[in-house]
């Protein structure tokens, strides 16, 4: 499948179990603004922005144009 193709790798396409193709997407959170700004909403770890999403997903609150399968913090 696609997945095994250079390009998907490359891009990190993945087949789903559902058979669905997706794309793996990995974020990096800088949060070191977080202490100098009063009044802001922080996630102080991967973990706790990971919930923040998997809880707005299940909560389908987000697009349904680009679901989210997994979250991992």
Same mark, same amino acid.
């Given at each position: *499948?696609? !997945?095994? @193709?250079?390009?998907?790798?490359?891009?990190?396409?993945?087949?789903?179990? $559902?058979? !669905?193709? *997706? %794309?793996? %997407?990995?974020?990096?959170?800088?949060?070191?603004?977080? @202490?100098?700004?009063?009044?802001? /909403?922080? +996630?102080?770890?991967? $973990? /706790?922005? =990971? /919930? +923040?999403? =998997?809880?707005? =997903? &299940?909560?389908? &609150?987000? &697009?349904?144009?680009?679901?989210?399968? !997994? %979250?991992? *913090?």
């Amino acid at each position: *499948g696609l !997945q095994d @193709t250079e390009f998907g790798k490359k891009h990190h396409i993945i087949l789903t179990e $559902r058979g !669905q193709s *997706g %794309v793996h %997407v990995y974020l990096e959170i800088d949060n070191r603004k977080c @202490t100098t700004m009063s009044g802001s /909403e922080c +996630f102080f770890s991967a $973990r /706790e922005a =990971a /919930e +923040f999403l =998997a809880a707005t =997903a &299940s909560k389908h &609150s987000l &697009s349904p144009d680009f679901p989210i399968f !997994q %979250v991992k *913090g």
